[in-house]
């Protein structure tokens, strides 16, 4: 990152059984460790329903209460209940593409159930907001793809940034 400001993080895990204290919530958990060890500040923590309208309105409120990064765990695949993205576009004003371009790319590598991965990124005002898969394998593998770029976007979204040209020396 090129200030001293810790980027504010919201985790969301999307995940009816979860949310019912059916199954425990592994993902947001290792969410929380990486952003913890990044030096970021995580926020908010909450587990809400596989349902459109409620992950819409938690990225929404996670928005407005001025979290600059919304890292989103479940929903992401083709299961009838997995609205994750669709909940995700909705919100955001602008898309990130690159992040989950980068997320596949790289996860192909690693299984070929990668490409079936409908993960979203996107900004809505000073927000990002990353989707990623649901596993806690799959958490790290794909926070470790994209987390060099994350302080940056921030940073971009912050208007703190003089020079996208130059490499910082923390890359």
């Known amino acids: 990152?090129?200030?001293?400001?810790?980027?504010?993080?919201?985790?969301?895990?999307?995940?009816?059984?979860?949310?019912?204290?059916e199954r425990e919530d592994l993902s947001g958990?290792?969410?929380?460790?990486?952003?913890?060890?990044e030096g970021h500040?995580?926020?908010?923590?909450?587990?809400?329903?596989?349902?459109?309208?409620?992950?819409?309105?938690?990225?929404?409120?996670l928005c407005e209460e001025g979290v600059e990064l919304i890292l989103t765990t479940g929903g992401t695949g083709f299961a009838p209940s997995d609205v994750t993205p669709e909940a995700t576009l909705a919100v955001v004003e602008r898309q990130a593409p690159?992040?989950?371009?980068?997320m596949r790319s790289a996860s192909l590598k690693i299984t070929p159930h990668a490409m079936l991965s409908r993960a979203?990124?996107?900004?809505?005002?000073?927000?990002?907001?990353i989707n990623l898969p649901g596993s806690?394998?799959?958490v790290r593998e794909n926070l470790a793809i994209i987390e060099k770029a994350i302080p940056?976007?921030?940073?971009?979204?912050?208007?703190?940034?003089?020079?996208c040209g130059s490499i910082s020396a923390s890359q």
């Open 136 to 138: 806690p394998k799959a």
């Open 41 to 61: 500040r995580v926020v908010r923590m909450e587990i809400i329903p596989d349902e459109y309208n409620a992950i819409r309105k938690k990225l929404l409120e």
């Open 98 to 102: 690159g992040f989950a371009e980068a």
């Open 120 to 129: 979203a990124a996107g900004i809505r005002g000073k927000t990002l907001i």
């Open 1 to 21: 990152m090129t200030n001293d400001t810790a980027i504010t993080v919201g985790i969301v895990t999307m995940s009816d059984r979860s949310f019912r204290e």
């Open 152 to 163: 940056h976007a921030v940073d971009l979204l912050r208007n703190v940034v003089s020079d």
């Open 29 to 37: 958990p290792e969410i929380r460790k990486w952003a913890e060890r």
